[in-house]
């Protein structure tokens, strides 16, 4: 089995459940704790960017995950988005929300890819939490990246409509 690097962070965004709340994830040291350490990833003015290393066993899959706490996400609509930027990319570099069964098991992730490289472009996506969702988490993902792939993220937010 490859070995896979899944970094899981827990953000307290002080989300509340009523709709039309919208709140900004933000980056900072402390929040990430020691991941930024890292090669692959950094946090500079609120901007997080994580990076290819060809010479990591696990490059072919990172992840910076944070827990959304939302009260009773089941049936609710909601809206992600920000902006994010790919330079050299040679994989995919994914904002997603995963949705989560109250027995932990993935229902669906509804996704945003960035799989070439642009300059810093807005995007918006809405869904719909599935039925069975008990919570959900916000992820970025770095897929197969190359050493010079730099995937960067700012202005994320999360709104409940």
Known sequence: ??????????????????????????????????????????????????????????????????????????????????????????????IAIRMIKADGKSIKYESFTVTKDQDWKTFSETFTASPDTSRMEYYILARDMGDESIGSVRKLYIEQL
């Open 1 to 94: 089995m490859k070995k896979m690097c899944l970094i899981m962070m827990s953000l307290t965004l002080g989300l509340m459940a009523g709709a039309g709340q919208r709140e900004e994830i933000k980056f900072s040291d402390k929040q990430l704790g020691n991941f930024i350490k890292r090669k692959v990833c950094t946090v500079s003015d609120d901007v997080l960017r994580i990076s290819g290393d060809a010479a990591d066993k696990n490059n072919r899959w990172r992840a910076v995950v944070f827990s959304l706490p939302f009260k009773s996400p089941a049936g609710q609509k909601f809206t992600f988005g920000g902006e994010v930027k790919g330079e050299q990319l040679k994989g995919k570099f994914e």
